[in-house]
């Protein structure tokens, strides 16, 4: 069983509608039965990561997730929002991170940004892929372009869970992998035949 977890923070319904047209089956719930039965995970997310955080605090499910991720190497599939969470902390607030990943979520630097460059980024990003990956079969002999919609953004300093990146002024993350853990910055319910495939990948190979 497929769920995609609904702690309030994210786009469910347009993730389950994705899944639906290429073919797969999947619950949108916040109870921890429903996570506990889960064979796979999605963890989608919207907005800011203090109100992501404490969404899910309130929701009571931080303990079951951390035993079927951690304990029981469940696959989870973090996007946006939701693979920000994955880290230790964002610059955005002050609320600790899940911590499943040596990372930090930091903001733009607007620094290294030309002047015409809006914050949030939002819009058709082409990807550069790192390394190889389940996640990402078939889709390595044509470019791949997805949509972003975020101010904040993944940095880490274990290169080897670094999967993608982007450019928007200057190169950053937008794909990470550690074990059954794996997270995109971008919108694949957003993203048209890359995103399927994606989704497709996620739900086939892991």
């Given amino acids: 069983m497929l769920t995609i977890i609904d702690y309030k923070a ?11 047209k290429i073919g797969v089956k999947s619950i949108i719930s916040n109870k921890i039965e429903s996570i506990e039965a889960a ?10 990561f203090n109100y992501g955080m404490e969404q899910l605090e ?34 955005e607030g002050n609320k600790k991170g899940l911590a499943w990943l040596d990372a930090e979520t930091i903001a733009f630097n607007k620094k290294l940004l030309p002047e015409n460059y809006k914050i949030p ?6 990807v550069e892929y790192n390394k190889e990956s389940k996640l990402f079969k078939n889709m390595y002999e044509i470019p791949s372009r997805f949509y972003f919609v975020h101010s904040y953004h ?15 002024g200057y190169t950053f993350t937008v794909g990470l992998e550690k074990d059954n853990i794996v997270g995109v910055q971008f919108h694949p319910e957003k993203s048209h035949k ?6 497709r990948n996620f739900i086939e190979n892991y």
């Fill in 58 to 91: 309130n929701s009571g499910l931080i303990p079951v997730l951390n035993k079927k991720v951690l304990d029981e190497k469940t696959p989870i599939l973090g996007i946006c929002l939701g693979m920000q969470l994955f880290t230790k902390g964002s610059e």
């Fill in 194 to 199: 890359f995103g399927m495939q994606i989704l």
């Fill in 154 to 168: 993944v940095k880490t300093g274990n290169a080897e869970n670094i999967l993608a990146t982007t450019t928007y």
């Fill in 10 to 20: 994210g786009n469910v319904r347009s993730i389950q509608n994705m899944l639906k």
């Fill in 39 to 48: 064979d796979k995970l999605i963890l989608p997310g919207v907005g800011s």
């Fill in 121 to 126: 980024n939002m819009g058709w990003n082409e």
